[in-house]
């Protein structure tokens, strides 16, 4: 199993929709979560974190975080075309585990 | 406009080659990091420091050594370019705990080995 896992995609919706990326984890001791957004040929950059249960909003941009249920999502709200990219889930056990990323295409 | 800076965009290399790859930061980060991601495969760490002169192994230092003469550079040195090593390269820093994992990546070197 995976450390990490993250459907791969590509996940298709239309502009205005809300998006929904998942991404579940192995170790149950992992303290921080974090979703970096990378666009194609370009380099990650981090666009949230969570670290407790519940969820974390930032905008149009909200983390969701059940330890229990080793799970943690990234909802888009009225998805742009610009959202277009790969979201990375990344978790810290030790160390920081990236996951594959999905693809999320929105289209007009 | 805080950044990391790799060196080289693009770089080719022939097999058996020794290949540097630069990276350097300009936030006075303690933390420093060198991942390679390949399609299907995602981020792969190979070396990290958290501080000047010291450097720990990730998960596939195989092949590749590092340097860290300086808090603000750090190099991934590759000591004999294999065609396995054609990859992506990102460099990454970080301020230390507790934050440490809150990366920012450089724009990355893709390397081919021929």
């Known amino acids: 199993q995976k450390e990490v896992e993250q459907n791969s995609g590509p996940l298709s919706v239309p502009e205005g929709a809300i998006a929904s990326l998942n991404c579940t984890y192995s170790?149950?001791?992992?303290?921080?979560f974090f979703w970096y957004r990378q666009y194609s040929g370009k380099s990650p950059e981090l666009i949230m974190f969570?670290?407790?249960?519940g969820d974390k909003e930032d905008g149009r941009f909200t983390a969701q975080l059940n330890k229990a249920s080793q799970y943690v999502s990234l909802l888009i709200r009225d998805s742009q075309p610009s959202d277009s990219a790969t979201y990375l889930c990344?978790?810290?056990?030790?160390?920081?585990?990236f996951g594959t990323g999905t693809r999320l295409q929105v289209f007009p | 406009d805080v950044k990391v800076t790799q060196s080289s965009r693009y770089l080719v290399k022939r097999t058996g080659e020794k290949v540097f790859l630069e990276c350097v930061q300009d936030m006075d980060h303690e933390n420093m990091f060198w991942y390679r991601q390949d399609p299907g495969l995602g981020l792969r760490l190979i070396y990290f420091?958290?501080?000047?002169?010291?450097?720990e192994k990730g998960d596939i230092p195989e092949g590749y050594s590092v340097s860290r003469e300086k808090k603000e550079r750090f190099s991934l040195i590759l000591e004999s370019a294999s065609t396995n090593q054609t990859s992506m390269y990102l460099c990454?820093?970080?301020?230390?705990?507790?934050?440490?994992?809150?990366?920012?990546f450089g724009s990355g070197t893709q390397l081919s080995v021929l």
């Open positions: 990454a820093s970080s301020l230390a705990s507790p934050t440490n994992e809150k990366l920012l």
């Open positions: 969570i670290y407790s249960n």
């Open positions: 170790d149950r001791g992992s303290q921080s």
């Open positions: 990344a978790i810290n056990t030790d160390k920081l585990i």
């Open positions: 420091s958290y501080d000047v002169k010291m450097k």
